[in-house]
């Protein structure tokens, strides 16, 4: 008897069980047509309206008031969707339930926002895990986001670059902005690797941008001469 290989066996399960949508339960895939088309861009239209360094809604400007006056340490910060009905539910499945087959999914959706073949990084960097609890989740599902957006781009998926060195609670039980960036701070080390480099961090999503911020400053501070952030969606 054959053994099946893990894409044969895929096939087999999704003869058995089909894909269902994860927003609306229809069968064929995991993300259907129909709540991909609902689900709500980040970017301005013709003349911007986001923020280019913290994707913050303007209503016009490419660049926001606190952005202009204090820099923050990323160049760029792409926000592809709102994170709101299907994209949380794509992005909750992916994170919680173990359906890890949408992170290529969703890395190519990504992939296919205009502005990212714009960025020409020298590495790219799936925002890190601590080590205890990728162990426990499996993977690192920043990681299954980067790759397609790694082959457009023709750079190198570098996770060594970058390690969390504290198991940190969960974002979501420190809402307010202050206690996030506490929260974050000191919690990533950077490789002398990233020296000279130009890094494009790439995660699932961003709700301040705290955690975005927190790695961008520790990549510069080891030497990274520019960090620019893409994340499927953010919180507005
Ligand atoms: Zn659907
Ligand atoms: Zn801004």
Redesign the pocket.
Known sequence: MRIPTQAGLARVLELVFPSK??????EGSL??????NGAAFLKGSGNGGFCRRCARNTGGPDLCHACAESPPPLSRLIAVYQFDG?IRDAVHALKYNDIRALGPILGRLMSDDPRIVRLVPDAIVPVPLHARRERSRGYNQAALLARPIAELLEAPVAGDLLRRTVHNQPQVESRAESARSRNVSGIFKASPGVRDKRILLVDDVATTGSTLRECARTLLKAGARRVDAVVLAKEI
């Open positions: 949508c994860v927003h609306c339960d229809a993300l259907c047509g129909v709540c991909l299907a």
